[in-house]
């Protein structure tokens, strides 16, 4: 009898997950905003209640971390702007370089016995990095409506969720779980943070001596996708040791690699006491096939989401004795 009541219960949570599964993938761009508010107001909640216990009134300190967020968010989206037109007036002598490369690249395999016929883009089939002015103006209207609903989201979820530690008392169960997400989420983005950091300003000195361009773009590139478990760095990497192989050849691309693999080993090293999975509380596979899994459901965001979101799924499993061993399962192996 206990046996059917867990198989009944098992086959209600995987109903349950199939249909949120399906409307999040079908209402992605409604629900990315809504998402990306809710962990923002996770993260700066500890900035809120510093600035409470300073004497500031919650409202003044939820629209101080607000309006810090769209500071740094505008900031971030000039830099890239002017980094994209600099790349894009770039490109002709980047195809030049291209084309110098591979032919050296198929000399050096013709050598080898191998022959192969490697023809770069043209300046007329590469074009611009630049798109046309309507789609430009269509892409800014909905980052503008999307970027508006994050703000005006996070202003109130963080009112919300500020206050949850005084509504412990009434619903303790639940504002506990929130807490724990809330404290896990934050020791492991204040880690990440340090190192990420740290890796992305040590290999912007490393562009800047070799002499790659644009150095300062792939050093927030860098920053921004090592957020991004396992995947981003690499996936951030492929840029600058790209433009290392154009600018300098494979000496140059093969001291990149060394160098960021470095840099990130001993950053990573320096400032994370232990392996995200331990913090987390996530196995390493799970971590992987949740970056999949989100991002097929809600797009790219869904990468940088994956670990707020598993790390919720995984809190909200451990709220019932009935899924806790579902919970269990996602951990890392002792």
């Given at each position: 009898m206990t046996g059917d009541v867990s198989l009944s219960s098992l086959?209600?949570?995987?109903?349950?997950?199939?249909?949120?599964?399906?409307?999040?993938?079908?209402?992605?761009?409604l629900v990315n905003p809504v998402l990306f508010a809710f962990v923002l107001s996770i993260l700066t909640t500890p900035i809120v209640h510093r600035l409470e216990a300073k004497g500031m009134p919650r409202w003044t300190a939820a629209l101080v971390c607000v309006g810090a967020i769209v500071g740094i968010s505008l900031a971030l989206i000039a830099f890239l702007s002017a980094s994209v037109i600099q790349l894009d007036r770039a490109l002709p002598a980047y195809q030049d370089l291209l084309k110098t490369q591979t032919t050296g690249l198929q000399a050096m395999l013709a050598g080898w016995g191998i022959d192969l016929d490697?023809?770069?883009?043209?300046?007329?089939?590469?074009g611009s990095f630049i798109p046309p002015l309507e789609t430009i103006l269509t892409d800014l209207s909905a980052l503008v409506i999307d970027f508006l609903v994050i703000i005006i989201v996070t202003?109130?979820?963080?009112?919300?969720?500020?206050?949850?530690?005084?509504?412990?008392?009434?619903?303790?169960?639940?504002?506990?779980?929130?807490?724990?997400?809330?404290?896990?989420?934050?020791?492991?983005?204040?880690?990440?943070?340090?190192?990420?950091?740290?890796?992305?300003?040590?290999?912007?000195?490393?562009?800047?001596?070799?002499?790659?361009?644009?150095?300062?773009?792939?050093?927030?590139?860098?920053?921004?996708?090592?957020?991004?478990?396992?995947?981003?760095?690499?996936?951030?990497?492929?840029?600058?040791?790209?433009l290392a192989w154009l600018q300098h050849g494979l000496g140059g691309a093969l001291i990149v690699l060394v160098g960021i693999a470095v840099v990130d080993l001993v950053s990573r090293s320096v400032f994370i006491s232990e392996p995200p999975e331990r913090r987390l509380e996530l196995s390493p596979l799970v971590i992987v096939l949740s970056v999949f899994f989100w991002t097929w459901v809600l797009g790219v965001p869904g990468l940088f989401l994956a670990v707020p979101l598993t790390l919720m799924a995984k809190a909200v499993l451990e709220y019932s004795d009935e899924t806790r061993w579902i919970a269990g399962l996602l951990g890392p192996a002792e």
């Amino acid at each position: 009898m206990t046996g059917d009541v867990s198989l009944s219960s098992l086959a209600c949570l995987l109903v349950i997950v199939a249909i949120l599964t399906a409307g999040m993938h079908l209402a992605a761009a409604l629900v990315n905003p809504v998402l990306f508010a809710f962990v923002l107001s996770i993260l700066t909640t500890p900035i809120v209640h510093r600035l409470e216990a300073k004497g500031m009134p919650r409202w003044t300190a939820a629209l101080v971390c607000v309006g810090a967020i769209v500071g740094i968010s505008l900031a971030l989206i000039a830099f890239l702007s002017a980094s994209v037109i600099q790349l894009d007036r770039a490109l002709p002598a980047y195809q030049d370089l291209l084309k110098t490369q591979t032919t050296g690249l198929q000399a050096m395999l013709a050598g080898w016995g191998i022959d192969l016929d490697l023809q770069p883009p043209t300046s007329s089939e590469q074009g611009s990095f630049i798109p046309p002015l309507e789609t430009i103006l269509t892409d800014l209207s909905a980052l503008v409506i999307d970027f508006l609903v994050i703000i005006i989201v996070t202003v109130f979820m963080l009112l919300e969720v500020s206050g949850i530690e005084r509504e412990k008392e009434i619903t303790p169960s639940v504002a506990d779980l929130l807490i724990g997400f809330g404290e896990k989420l934050n020791g492991y983005v204040t880690a990440k943070f340090r190192a990420s950091l740290a890796t992305g300003l040590i290999t912007t000195g490393i562009f800047l001596v070799i002499g790659i361009e644009t150095p300062f773009l792939w050093g927030l590139l860098i920053f921004l996708l090592s957020f991004i478990p396992f995947l981003g760095l690499p996936i951030a990497s492929v840029p600058p040791i790209g433009l290392a192989w154009l600018q300098h050849g494979l000496g140059g691309a093969l001291i990149v690699l060394v160098g960021i693999a470095v840099v990130d080993l001993v950053s990573r090293s320096v400032f994370i006491s232990e392996p995200p999975e331990r913090r987390l509380e996530l196995s390493p596979l799970v971590i992987v096939l949740s970056v999949f899994f989100w991002t097929w459901v809600l797009g790219v965001p869904g990468l940088f989401l994956a670990v707020p979101l598993t790390l919720m799924a995984k809190a909200v499993l451990e709220y019932s004795d009935e899924t806790r061993w579902i919970a269990g399962l996602l951990g890392p192996a002792e």
